[in-house]
């Protein structure tokens, strides 16, 4: 049996980071389901697809080869056999995979292949839906939230950091939106499930979350 974590929350909570800090620490696999998504994104925005085209997005999804790989214990995204890591982090990607995730087709590809993943190996996997759904015998969930000024800003520093010039009043904006069409879908909706542990991390540093994170696993795993 493997042990897996599961961390769900909304855009910039600082899911990814944590993750990844709480597997390096536990020797886990990261999972990071939303570059699943986005690379999902990539692929509709490169062929040119109304994302409000139910039919074409989801016959193009299902046709086009997902893959994770780990290179120097990095997670890799593979769509059709092309490394895409370095084109997926952008604000349009992003908005266009929470607009093709509220899609049954697309979703379920993408579950499948998560759970898969979290078959074989000691996961630590972050998303919306991986308590409720994904992974729902998780030895431990988490629900990591923050308050959505702080979230906005983080955004907004990563993006200046990669050499973007965004308004931080518009991606404001753009973050709630995001919350709501993520919490409001009709499947898979982000919901904290009953059992989910909540850290906000609003005002709290990475290594305070990471021990939190770690302190319960252990809590709960003696
Ligand atoms: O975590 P992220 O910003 O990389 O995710 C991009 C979008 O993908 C997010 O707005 C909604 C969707 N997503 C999802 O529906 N389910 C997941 N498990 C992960 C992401």
Redesign the pocket.
């Known amino acids: 049996m493997s042990y897996q974590i599961a961390i769900d929350g909304p ?1 910039g909570a600082g ?1 990814s980071t944590i993750a990844k800090a709480v597997a390096k620490e536990l020797s886990f696999v990261y999972v990071d ?3 699943m ?2 690379a999902m994104a990539l692929l509709c925005i490169r062929e040119g697809l109304d994302k409000t085209d139910e039919e074409a997005v989801s016959s193009s999804c299902e046709k086009a080869v997902v893959e994770i790989k780990y290179q120097d214990g990095a997670q890799v995204v593979f769509l059709n056999g092309e490394n895409v890591n370095g084109l997926i982090r952008t604000q349009e990607v ?1 908005d266009m ?2 607009a093709i ?1 509220v899609y049954g087709r697309v979703r379920e590809k993408l579950v499948r292949l998560q759970q898969e993943l979290a078959k074989k190996v000691d996961v630590v996997m972050d ?4 308590a409720s759904c994904v992974l729902p015998d998780a030895d431990l969930k988490i629900y990591l939230d923050a308050d959505v000024s702080v979230r906005a800003k983080r955004r907004y520093d990563e993006l200046v950091a990669k050499g973007e010039k965004p308004c931080l009043t518009r991606i404001e904006e753009e973050v709630k939106e ?1 919350d709501y069409r ?1 919490m409001h879908r009709d499947i898979s909706p982000l919901v904290r499930v009953p059992e989910a542990m909540l850290v906000d991390s609003s005002y709290m540093t990475i290594e305070e979350v990471k021990k939190c994170i770690i302190d319960a696993f252990k809590g709960k795993t003696k």
Request: proline residues 0%.
């Open positions: 855009a899911k389901t939303g570059a998504y986005r992003g995979a929470s995730s998303g919306r839906d991986i995001r993520d």
